[in-house]
């Protein structure tokens, strides 16, 4: 298993990302004591510290937030709220075969309801064998307009979740 340290910027954006298209949660998948140690500190200076006075639209974000040490345990949340298994959508900037276009994903979605989550990954990705044996569904990757896709994970989710839950 390889795993990344978790930033500020990531927090911060996904949970203003999660707070403006109205999703339930953004679970933080962190299995590592040390990194689990920091993001249970940004989350309480932004929800009861200092950083939720300051900002509270901020702290509204964070609210969003939540911490959970592996994929499994983030399936059983969303079950546990939601009475059903989400279906898994795996995102990943490698072409790999079996992939679907953001547009078919999002009449999917549209067509089956029910409980969703979305895998993004940070570093080098989610392994690809991991991610094909853990997702209902796999992602096309973001494509822009040069050879260059490296992007990080608050920009991918971003563009992402605008495509399959935006107004288009």
């Known amino acids: 298993m390889i795993t990344t340290a978790v930033t500020n910027l990531d927090l911060h954006d996904l949970g203003r990302l999660a707070a403006t298209y ?25 929800r009861q510290g200092g950083g939720g ?13 939540v911490l959970v040490d592996d994929l499994a345990r983030a399936l ?3 079950q546990s709220a939601c009475g059903t298994r989400p279906r898994v959508a795996g995102t990943t900037a490698r072409r790999l075969p079996g992939q679907i276009a953001h547009r078919e994903l999002r009449d999917r979605m549209q067509k ?11 570093g080098w990705g989610v392994e690809p064998g991991f991610l094909s044996e853990q997702s209902d569904y796999l992602l096309e990757p973001i494509s ?6 490296h992007l990080s994970v608050r920009t991918a989710a971003a563009i992402v979740v605008d495509r399959l839950l935006g107004d288009k």
């Open 76 to 78: 059983e949340r969303i």
């Open 144 to 149: 822009g307009r040069s050879g260059y896709n």
């Open 112 to 122: 089956q309801g029910g409980p969703w989550l979305l895998l993004f990954g940070t």
């Open 22 to 46: 109205d999703l339930a949660e953004c679970l933080v998948i962190q299995p590592l004591p040390l990194q689990k140690k920091l993001v249970k500190r940004l989350l309480d200076y932004w």
């Open 53 to 65: 006075d300051y900002n509270p639209t901020r702290k509204e974000s964070f609210k969003r937030v």
